[in-house]
């Protein structure tokens, strides 16, 4: 990203090393996410996308290497700056990591409920703006089982920006779905990014999808990141590691659409 001014990256992410005993994932790894952007890591499943977002987010300790957030040196042994940072950011887990047995508004609620000091009717006032910004205000008292899938989704996005997040982590958050709803997800991130203003972190296996939602996107293989640019510039790069990942899902649409031509 060299065209981006330093003062416009929210995240640098500098020669970043993880292994888990004996097994490398991350061998080195260079990132910048601009500021207001939705930047987008690609690869396939096991390349350590998940890794690096848990490294960033203050979830797994990288071996070596350096983070830079706003501009200044991230140091998780600083319990301050890890407070600091944390108060700044959000996660949505794959999975939605939502509480089966807490309302809607409970589980929006939560995280002011564990790092601010509001008093409830604060909490449970904020909680229902961001259900309502994502028009969800009208279940408030309903549990996660009683919600459609996607709006398990919006609930967990409401849960990540209610403490009015800089940076939102996104941790494969199609994984699972069937394609029409990956488009939904997709545009839903993509939306509220621009009515928020939040950076958006995303790591996906999802091509199609991400080069539509994204301002910027990062291919991790073999443990470093092998490019990055724009989606257009992804989606005519001829650099050898991106065409077989990106072309590798255009060639088993082909070769479904001629199972099912030939049935």
């Not at 589980?107 to 006032?125: F, S």
Request: glycine share 8%.
């Amino acid at each position: 990203m060299s065209s981006t001014h330093i003062a416009d990256l929210i995240l640098e992410v500098k020669d970043l090393h993880k292994s888990f005993g004996e097994r490398r994932v991350l061998n080195g790894i260079d990132l910048d996410v601009a500021r207001g952007s939705v930047t987008t890591v690609l690869g396939p499943s096991g390349a350590g996308k998940s890794v690096l977002l848990k490294c960033l987010a203050d979830v797994e300790q990288p071996e070596s290497g350096g983070i830079r957030f706003d501009g200044r040196p991230l140091d998780f042994r600083d319990h301050a700056a890890r407070a600091r940072f944390r108060s700044r950011c959000s996660f949505l887990f794959q999975g939605n990591a939502l509480f089966d047995s807490l309302t809607a508004l409970e589980n929006v609620a939560l995280p002011l409920e564990q790092t601010t000091d509001l008093p409830d009717e604060e909490i449970r006032a904020r909680g229902m703006e961001a259900l309502e910004q994502l028009e969800l205000h009208h279940h408030w008292e309903q549990h996660p089982g009683q919600l459609s899938g996607g709006m398990q989704k919006r609930l967990a996005l409401a849960r990540a920006i209610v403490t009015r997040p800089e940076l939102v982590f996104f941790d494969e958050p199609t994984a699972g779905l069937d394609p029409l709803r990956r488009n939904a997800v997709f545009s839903m991130i993509a939306k509220y990014q621009r009515q928020f203003g939040f950076t958006a972190l995303v790591v996906t296996h999802d091509v199609v999808e991400a080069l539509v939602a994204s301002d910027r996107v990062a291919l991790l293989n073999h443990g470093r990141i092998c490019f990055v640019g724009s989606p257009g510039e992804f989606a005519d790069s001829d650099h050898a590691v991106v065409r077989a990942f990106r072309d590798s899902a255009e060639a088993l649409r082909s070769s479904l659409a001629g199972i099912h031509s030939d049935g």
